[in-house]
Nanobody, 124 residues
Framework: QVHLVESGGGLVKTGGSLRLSCAAS????????MGWFRQAPGKEREFVAS????????YYADSVKGRFTISRDSGKDTVYLQMNDLKPEDTADYYC?????????????????WGQGTQVTVSS
C-alpha cells in the first residue's frame, strides 16, 4: 500500500509558475514509476507526465512539453511537477499516481495508487 499526498496547487495568472509536490509513504518509493495526471471539469482524466523509477526517463503529454518538468527526490520520497508558462487550459485538478510495473505508462488505469489531488487554476 502506498499513500500519496499532493500539495502546491493554487491560483496563478497566465504565464505564471507553480511547483506541485507529491509525498509518498508506505512502501519503497524508489520501486515505483511515478506519474502526474489532471482532470478538468467535465473532462476525462488525462496524462501529464511520468518518470521511470530506475532510468529516470521522463515522458510528457504534447500539451505540456517544454513547459512542465517532472522530477523525483528518492531521499525525500517525493515527486515534483514544475509548471511554467501556465495557460488557462492548464486549469484542472492534478493527481499524483504510481505504478509498480514498467515506466512510460500513459493511461490512468495503468496506475495502482493515487493521491487526493490538488487544484490548479490559471486566470487569463
Amino acid at each position: 500500500q502506498v499513500h500519496l499526498v499532493e500539495s502546491g496547487g493554487g491560483l496563478v495568472k497566465t504565464g505564471g509558475s507553480l511547483r506541485l509536490s507529491c509525498a509518498a509513504s508506505g512502501h519503497t518509493f524508489s520501486t515505483y514509476n511515478m506519474g502526474w495526471f489532471r482532470q478538468a471539469p467535465g473532462k476525462e482524466r488525462e496524462f501529464v507526465a511520468s518518470i521511470s523509477r530506475y532510468t529516470g526517463n521522463t515522458y510528457y503529454a504534447d500539451s505540456v512539453k517544454g513547459r512542465f518538468t517532472i522530477s523525483r527526490d528518492s531521499g525525500k520520497d517525493t515527486v515534483y511537477l514544475q509548471m511554467n508558462d501556465l495557460k488557462p487550459e492548464d486549469t484542472a485538478d492534478y493527481y499524483c499516481a504510481c505504478r509498480s510495473l514498467g515506466g512510460g505508462a500513459f493511461s490512468a488505469d495503468q496506475y495502482d495508487y493515487w493521491g487526493q489531488g490538488t487544484q490548479v487554476t490559471v486566470s487569463s
